[in-house]
Nanobody, 128 residues
Framework: QVQLVESGGGLVQAGGSLRLSCAAS????????MGWFRQAPGQEREFVAA??????????ADYANSTKGRFTISRDNANEVSLQMNGLKPEDTAVYYC???????????????????WGQGTQVTVSS
């Protein structure tokens, strides 16, 4: 049984930083995309960032426009991904979900329906 477990959420002031981590178990995701989505109350789940396997031991990172330059995603090993969030803004407040794609794709999946496995979510709250 595949499980994704997130950690690292919390409360931070605007301009501060947080680091989220996600660990997957139950299968190996070395050749698949792992990423992060977020969902604020009353809003759709939206893409934040992802790391896609491009062959061998190489990965490429992709970001939403709203997080590019402030967030950094890293693939720590085959089944772990982290998200360093700097310069946090109140609009970054949301539940953040780790996700893993069960298929190898030529481009990074940015829609929630394209991901097969999800964590339970971790709350990130940014105060103004």
């Amino acid at each position: 049984q595949v499980q994704l477990v997130e950690s690292g959420g919390g409360l931070v002031q605007a301009g501060g930083s947080l680091r989220l981590s996600c660990a997957a178990s139950g299968r190996t995701f070395s050749s698949y995309t792992m990423g992060w989505f977020r969902q604020a109350p009353g809003q759709e789940r939206e893409f934040v960032a992802a790391v896609r396997w491009v062959g061998g031991t190489s990965y490429v990172a992709d970001y939403a426009n709203s997080t590019k330059g402030r967030f950094t995603i890293s693939r720590d090993n085959a089944n772990e991904v982290s998200l360093q969030m700097n310069g946090l803004k109140p609009e970054d407040t949301a539940v953040y979900y780790c996700a893993a794609d069960g298929f190898t794709r030529p481009t990074t999946a940015i829609e929630a329906y394209e991901y097969d496995y999800w964590g339970q979510g971790t709350q990130v709250t940014v105060s103004s």
